[in-house]
C-alpha cells in the first residue's frame, strides 16, 4: 500500500478567512513530491476538540502521515503539541534540553525589546513541553516543532510561521519516525506541460483522441486553466513511462508552438532562456510595472533587463516614449499602433535589443462598442521585425492587468523563436 497523508491547518485565523493559508498548498506539494498520495488539506480553528475530533477522522481514514501547522506558541490557545500527545497516548514531559534552546532565543528579544523576563519564562516552559517519546525539532523562530509516533501513524508537528514551517521541513522529516514511514512511499514520475491560446475543450478533445489509443489509466492527470495558461500536471509510478510519453507526444502533435514548456517552466523563465545575451525594454501603461517586475524577479536581471517606463497620460507617451502626438489623436492611446510606437520608443530610450508596449482598457471603466474593458494592445518588436496582438481580455482590473502581462511575454517568446500563435 502506498503512504497516504494529510495536512491539517490550524487556526481560527486562517478558518475565518482573516488569513491566507500558504502552508497547507506548501506541504501537500512536498508530501506529493515524496511519494504520498495526499487525501486532502483540513483546517480546523483553535478549539482542541476539534482538533481532537480531526486527527481521529483521519485516523479512521487510514491516513499514515499528518501534518499539522499552528498552535505552536506561548499563549493559552496554542494546544496543538498537547493535543496530539493527547492523540497519540503520549503524556506532555518537559524537554530540558529544548528548553535550554528557547531561553537562549529568547533572552535575545527580552534584551533587544526589554520584555518581561517572568513572562518570557513562562512561554518557554509551555513551549519545551514535549509528548513522551516524540522526536522534538530545533525551531527557526521560538516554536520548536515535533514528529509524534502515533501508533501506526506519525504526526508531524510545525509552527504556523510559512518562514519557520519551511526552515524546519527538511529536519522534520529527517527524523527517525518520519524518515521510516516516507521510506515506504514510492516516489511519482511527473510530467509537466504548459501550453497557451488553447482552449479547454480543445486540450479536453485531445486528451479523448490519445486516451482513445492509449491507456491512460496509470496516469494522474490534471488540467488547470491559470492567468490564461493551461497547465497539465502528470504524476505516474513506475511501469506507466509509456503512457506519459504517448501523452506528451500527442499534446506536443497536436498543438505545436503553443506547448511552451515541457517541464513547467514558467514563461518568464522561457523567455530569459530565450535572450541568451540580448536586451529588453518595457513600456507600459494599463499594466502599471508589473511586467517590469515579471521580468526583473530573478537575480541577476540587471543583466538582460535595461529598463522600463509606466506612461498612463498621453503627453508621456509623446514626451518619455517619443509616440506622436498626431497617430494618438488619430488612432487613440489605445490602438495598435500606438503599442508599436511604444515598443519602438523603449527600444530606443533604453538602447535595448527588444521592445514591449503595451496600452490598454483594465476597467472597471473607460469601455466603448469599440474597444470594451479588456481590449488590450500589445507589441513585442526587435529591430527589423514585431510581434503585434490585440486581443479582449476576460475578467476584472486585476485579471485583465495579469492576463495582458503572460500574453506580452508569449508574444516576446513568438517573436524570439520566429514563430506566430493563432490570434
Not at 486562517?14 to 495526499?38: C, F, K, M, Y
Not at 513572562?119 to 514528529?147: C, F
Amino acid at each position: 500500500m502506498n503512504v497516504r497523508g494529510a495536512v491539517l491547518v490550524t487556526g481560527t485565523e486562517v478558518l475565518s478567512g482573516a488569513t491566507r493559508d500558504r502552508n497547507g498548498p506548501w506541504i501537500s506539494q512536498r508530501l506529493g513530491a515524496l511519494g504520498v498520495e495526499v487525501e486532502g488539506i483540513h483546517q480546523v480553528g483553535d478549539r482542541p476538540e476539534d482538533l481532537l475530533a480531526t486527527l481521529e477522522f483521519l485516523r479512521g481514514r487510514g491516513i499514515d502521515l499528518v501534518v499539522t501547522s499552528g498552535g505552536l506558541g506561548p499563549t493559552a490557545d496554542d494546544l496543538t503539541a498537547e493535543v496530539v500527545g493527547r492523540f497519540a497516548g503520549r503524556p506532555l514531559r518537559l524537554d530540558e534540553k529544548m528548553e535550554r534552546t528557547i531561553e537562549a532565543i529568547l533572552a535575545e528579544f527580552a534584551r533587544r525589546f526589554n520584555f518581561d523576563p517572568e513572562s518570557l519564562r513562562t512561554a518557554n516552559r509551555k513551549q519545551a513541553m514535549v509528548p513522551e517519546g516524540a522526536v522534538p525539532i530545533d525551531p527557526v523562530g521560538t516554536a520548536p516543532g515535533l514528529v509524534v509516533p502515533a501508533g501506526d501513524q506519525v504526526v508531524i508537528v510545525l509552527p504556523g510561521p510559512p518562514r519557520e514551517l519551511q526552515g524546519m521541513w527538511e529536519n522534520a522529516i529527517a527524523a527517525a519516525p518520519a524518515r521510516e514511514m516516507l521510506a515506504r512511499a514510492e516516489p511519482y514520475q511527473v510530467l509537466a506541460l504548459r501550453l497557451f491560446a488553447v482552449p479547454e475543450s480543445e486540450l479536453a478533445a485531445s486528451l479523448r483522441e490519445i486516451g482513445a489509443s492509449t491507456d491512460l489509466s496509470a496516469l494522474e492527470i490534471t488540467t488547470c486553466l491559470r492567468g490564461g495558461e493551461l497547465e497539465v500536471d502528470v504524476r505516474y509510478r513506475d511501469g506507466a513511462e509509456d503512457a506519459a510519453a504517448a501523452l506528451r507526444a500527442g499534446l506536443v502533435e497536436r498543438h505545436g508552438p503553443c506547448v511552451f514548456s515541457e517541464t513547467g517552466q514558467s514563461v518568464t523563465d522561457v523567455v530569459v532562456g530565450l535572450l541568451d545575451g540580448r536586451t529588453i525594454a518595457v513600456a507600459e501603461s494599463c499594466t502599471s510595472g508589473l511586467l517590469a517586475a515579471r521580468l526583473t524577479e530573478r537575480p541577476g536581471s540587471s543583466a538582460y533587463f535595461m529598463g522600463g517606463v509606466v506612461t498612463y497620460s498621453n503627453d508621456a507617451k509623446a514626451e518619455l516614449l517619443g509616440v506622436p502626438a498626431e497617430l494618438i489623436a488619430r488612432t487613440g492611446a489605445v490602438s495598435t499602433e500606438v503599442a508599436e510606437a511604444m515598443a519602438d520608443g523603449a527600444i530606443e530610450r533604453f538602447g535595448a535589443d527588444i521592445g514591449v508596449g503595451i496600452t490598454g482598457i483594465a476597467g472597471p471603466d473607460g469601455g466603448t462598442q469599440d474597444k470594451p474593458v479588456g481590449y488590450v494592445c500589445i507589441s513585442a518588436a526587435v529591430r527589423g521585425e514585431r510581434r503585434t496582438r490585440d486581443p479582449v481580455l476576460p475578467g476584472g482590473r486585476a485579471d485583465v492587468r495579469e492576463r495582458s502581462v503572460t500574453a506580452a511575454l508569449h508574444l516576446v517568446r513568438n517573436l524570439l523563436l520566429g514563430e506566430q500563435l493563432p490570434r
